[in-house]
């Protein structure tokens, strides 16, 4: 360089000429003097020393050239903004890699529409409550409405005959099942909710129809119920009853074990509840939250890790009790509960970890849920030194299984399931106590007839009704609202209206009409007792028939039958044809197969007020078609709502196809009806009061 040259030529040449030895006496390390002329001449020096000044200034002034230019030519931003989304996706997206020869179809196997059929349609869409106009399209004969809704739909849009396609239904083919489920309704108690199920599932109180039998050795927690006081949330504690009264709450002690399968929690406390080895590691129970949190939210995370090996909760009927001791504790110790416990249920079902140990894929998910403020990184250590600790006793880490979550779920085929209808035991807290001077059978007697005193009961009389008519009226009468009574002939001495037993239905919708106001309606034949007193817990807005007692309800495969089982299935499949969508669903949701004709003798049944419109259109369908009686009442039933949706209180009644030779030990006051018993004088009707006496003892006061 020429500075560098001439700090040489100084060195070299002491005897050079004078000015330049003046200049050399100056130091070399201070900065030169901008003016100096030497190095204005020198320009190449300057450039390679302030290079980057210069660029920084031409790419300033580019860009506000270009600013300016681009503002003038577009006169908005618009090209401002294409420019900024050229640059911003200028990185090639990959390309979509599909298999076009295996795309898995889109199957409907959760809707209740998955086997309904029509050939014509009416697609509207719909933002506001159902119009007149919509409501005559529904009614046009052969034609199928599909009422699609949208954002501005709302939630509780419905019209009968209509199906509809709501916002979440278009976007999701997933089938929203329940991620927590309350094991108390298993267990007889509806109305009462754990500590640790979220609020916004208590009031989820439908039961499972089905349960599948499991293999053992995988129950490694065993979550027992107590009668008394059972876990309940600060909540229900002091909501449900009044002052210092005891809670004396009471489960089935006879209802199943059940297990929950994978994406299905139950909250899990630390009462009267088993660990079996391989959960060991599920007994560390959480620090940083408050106490009555810990070993809920210990219950949820130890299960989500019990489906990483396979294992099960399951919840056992009660084996203890637990006393009120009227000590609540405060709202403020469940806060964690409340406020988390919703979300923490939805965490866990949709974390997934690629951890290949079982200790690690705790630790990670310990982390996670640190992370989302379930509990804090105390917890995090504390699991770390739990887990090493185990470790370094001897404890052996449970092998990993394959998690089944991912997987599509198997069906359960009609021979593995089993099926359990919880029972609906009363709740002190919701009751009220009969009080008073009155003795015991007068407040049943009162009990009873507020319980059934709005329904209207049907009897069917096959004898003769000049020496039954006034008994049974004065049996029965005493319970329920009237008693209608139907024979072969007509009595007007006796109010006995003209009926046919192999078309009984057909006299059903002038009875119905003629009670507006009645609760519903209970259909007897006169070879059927009932036990009115069994019958308290049975849900009057659900219907009732013995769909589960085998001798009375029961297919019959068509096949190699008489011309009278053709002809009858024949009938039925013209008459589902013409149902609306509604009936025609729930009937081949239930009655899968055509090659069977399902049959019930039907001696008792029970139709509550919000069935009766779809009743007597399904009467009105059937028409002057000739529908046997026993063909009709299951066909009816199976149309207005799911089996599993019936009230299970007749499925325990006494049924023989035969009359036994001895009533009286046939008889049992503990079942909610009895079939057959016949009356046909005076004389029988006295025999029958004795024994029906047992459980109704003011009845020997009419003998």
């Known amino acids: 360089m020429l500075v560098q040259d001439r700090e040489d030529g100084i060195s070299k040449s002491p005897k050079g000429p004078k000015p330049i030895r003046e200049r050399s006496s100056i130091p070399l390390s ?49 090209t401002l903004l294409c420019l900024q989304s050229t640059q911003t996706h200028s990185i090639r997206p990959e390309f979509p890699k599909i298999n076009w020869n295996n795309i ?15 050939e014509k349609w009416v697609v509207v869409s719909v933002s506001d409550y159902p119009s007149d106009s919509l409501r005559k399209l529904g009614r046009i004969k052969g034609w199928q409405v599909l009422a699609v809704g949208n954002s501005k739909t709302p939630k509780d849009w419905n019209l009968k005959g209509t199906i509809f396609l709501s916002l979440e239904m278009q976007y999701s083919h ?18 009462v909710w754990p500590r640790g199920l979220p609020l ?58 059940v297990a929950l399968p994978q994406g299905m929690m139950v909250p899990v406390n630390s009462f009267n509840t088993l660990f079996h080895s391989s959960a060991f590691w599920g007994l560390m129970l959480p620090v940083s939250v408050s106490t009555m949190a810990s070993d809920v939210l210990r219950g949820y995370w130890t299960q989500r ?33 409340h406020v988390n416990v919703g979300r923490l249920t939805k965490f866990l079902v949709a974390w997934r970890s690629s951890k290949h140990r079982l200790f690690e894929k705790i630790l990670e998910l310990s982390y996670a849920m640190a992370e989302e403020g379930f509990w804090t990184v105390q917890d995090v250590k504390f699991t770390a030194a739990w887990l090493q600790d185990l470790l370094a006793v001897g404890y052996m880490q449970p092998r990993l299984m394959a998690l089944e979550l991912d997987r599509p779920r198997a069906s359960i085929g009609h021979g593995d399931r089993k099926e359990f209808v919880p029972q609906k035991l009363p709740s002190v807290h919701l009751g009220v106590e009969e009080i008073g001077t009155v003795n015991y059978e007068i407040a049943n007697l009162i009990k009873w007839r507020k319980n059934f ?3 209207v009961l049907i009897i069917f009389c096959s004898g003769p009704v000049e020496r039954t008519a006034l008994e049974w009226r004065l049996l029965y009468g005493r319970i329920f609202k009237t008693v209608i009574i139907l024979s072969d002939q007509k009595n007007v001495d006796l109010a006995v209206e003209k009926g046919n037993l192999d078309y009984m239905y057909r006299y059903a919708p002038k009875i119905l009409d003629r009670y507006t106001s009645a609760e519903g309606f209970l259909f007897l034949q006169d070879d059927t007792i009932l036990n009115y007193w069994n019958l308290l817990q049975a ?99 199976t149309a207005m709502d799911s089996p599993q949706n019936f009230d299970s209180v007749l ?14 030990t046939f008889y049992s006051a503990e079942a909610p009806a009895i079939h057959p018993w016949k009356v046909s004088s005076e004389q029988e009707f006295i025999k029958l009061i004795r024994v029906m006496a047992a459980g109704d003892p003011l009845l020997m006061e009419l003998v």
């Open 30 to 78: 201070r900065t030169p003097n901008r003016l100096n002329g030497a190095k204005n001449l020198d320009f190449s020096t300057w450039v390679s020393e302030n290079l980057y000044k210069i660029l920084t200034i031409l790419l300033l002034i580019s860009t506000i050239a270009i600013f300016f230019y681009l503002r003038s030519a577009a006169g908005d931003t618009t």
């Open 104 to 118: 898995p179809a889109i199957l409907d196997k959760s809707t209740p529409y998955a086997n309904f059929r029509s």
């Open 174 to 191: 997933d089938n929203p099942n329940r991620t927590v489920v309350n094991p108390y309704i298993h267990f007889g108690q509806r109305s």
């Open 200 to 257: 916004e599932n208590v009031g989820e109180i439908g039961h499972e129809e089905f349960y599948t039998e499991i293999f053992g050795g995988k129950q490694l927690i065993q979550q027992g119920i107590s009668n008394g006081l059972p876990d309940v949330d600060s909540v229900f504690y002091f909501t449900r009853k009044a002052g210092f009264e005891a809670f004396d709450i009471r489960f089935d002690e006879h209802a199943p074990k």
């Open 305 to 337: 890790m019990l489906w990483e090996i396979g294992g099960y909760v399951v919840v056992y009927p009660p084996t203890i009790h637990r006393y009120d001791r009227i000590e609540g504790y405060p709202f403020s110790e469940e806060k964690d509960l």
């Open 453 to 455: 005193g709005n329904v």
């Open 539 to 637: 849900d009057k807005s659900k219907l009732w028939i013995g769909n589960k007692v085998s001798k009375s309800w029961h297919a019959v495969p068509v096949a190699n039958k008489s011309d009278w089982f053709v002809k009858q299935a024949d009938v039925v499949k013209k008459v589902v044809a013409t149902m609306p969508v509604h009936l025609q669903v729930n009937y081949k949701e239930t009655m899968r197969s055509d090659e069977t004709l399902t049959i019930c003798s039907s001696e008792i049944f029970y139709i509550p007020r919000r069935f009766v419109s779809d009743f007597v259109d399904l009467i009105n369908l059937v028409g002057n078609l000739d529908v046997h009686h026993k063909v009709a009442m299951p066909m009816f039933f």
């Open 651 to 664: 499925n325990s009644m006494i049924y023989k196809k035969k009359s036994p030779g001895n009533l009286t």
